[in-house]
């Protein structure tokens, strides 16, 4: 299996796109991550002006590139070899996500086949309270040389 550090190092993203500040856990079976939205970013500040709360479709992101894409790349050979293709969310916001608080993602496989990874994720603060949950498919697809 691969270390955390240096699936982070893989991850498709550029450092203005990566939501995963380090990975914390990773076997076949399960997945997890921490990430600190932070206060600098401007699109926080036009989310709700009386008080800064992330943007849902940024958390389902960064769940995303924890849970599906970190997970896929962990599991197969040759990760750079795909292009993760989301098919599938259905999440659910049981509280707003503050900025500036560290958050823990933790994904945990429902199955791997045929380079598609289905999973239930959620993320939740260093005190465990849950702030979303989510299930969600993804595909790898090969990258076109």
């Known amino acids: 299996m691969i270390a955390p550090a240096a699936l982070l190092s893989i991850l ?15 076997d076949e079976r399960k997945i997890s991550g921490k990430y600190t939205f932070h206060s600098d970013n401007p699109v926080y500040n036009g989310h709700f002006a009386e008080q800064q709360v992330i943007p849902g479709v940024i958390a ?15 599991l197969v ?5 795909y292009i993760p293709i989301l098919h599938e969310i259905n999440a659910q916001f049981h509280e707003k996500i503050p900025v500036g608080k ?5 994904g945990e496989l429902i199955y791997f086949r045929n380079k598609t990874i289905k999973s239930s994720i959620k993320m939740m603060d260093e005190a465990g309270l849950i702030y979303v949950t989510l299930k969600g498919l993804l595909m790898l697809s090969k990258v076109q040389k």
């Open 77 to 81: 050979e040759n990760p750079g070899d």
């Open 60 to 74: 389902v992101e960064a769940m995303g590139q924890v849970g599906l894409v970190g997970h896929a790349f962990a």
């Open 102 to 106: 560290p958050m823990i993602t933790v």
């Open 12 to 26: 498709p993203y550029s450092k203005s796109f990566l939501l995963v500040d380090e990975f914390i856990q990773i």
